[in-house]
């Protein structure tokens, strides 16, 4: 089991145990405090239960509130850092593109400076031959 998994059982128990417990302390003290009656004392009880359990929901959606809040803070980190890593996939694309172009470019060039040097070159010994 993992750390996360025997937290989450250490905490529904320790609620469990805090919802159960607390009232029947609650109902001791009152017994010595005078409520002799047992239906009252049933009634505070069960009242104190469901106010245990109201507080323990309360903090429950504050926490997931919480966590929502992080894991949606770290999806817009996550995103922006991922839009920028693209952003600069895409420039080195471009530049690499470019790159390219200009060095087919000088080549195309090249050519086309070797083309006319040589036509030229066979223009010239087909004067000097006739």
Not at 22 to 37: C, F, H, L, S
Not at 59 to 72: N, P
Not at 84 to 96: D, I, P, T
Not at 109 to 119: D, K, S
């Amino acid at each position: 089991m993992t750390i996360l998994a025997i937290s989450a059982v250490v905490v529904v128990v320790g609620i469990t145990l805090a919802i159960w417990l607390i009232p029947k302390r609650q109902a001791q003290r009152w017994r010595t405090a005078g409520v002799t009656d047992e239906e009252k004392l049933a009634k505070l009880t069960l009242e104190a239960r469901g106010s245990i359990t109201q507080a323990f929901g309360g903090l429950a959606l504050v926490v997931t509130l919480a966590i929502t809040a992080y894991q949606v803070s770290e999806t817009r980190r996550t995103s922006e850092n991922t839009l920028r890593l693209s952003e600069r996939a895409q420039l080195s694309q471009r530049f690499s593109q470019a790159v390219d172009q200009l060095n087919a470019a000088d080549l195309n060039n090249t050519m086309a400076l070797l083309r006319f040097e040589t036509g030229s070159f066979c223009i010239q010994n087909d004067l000097t031959h006739s």
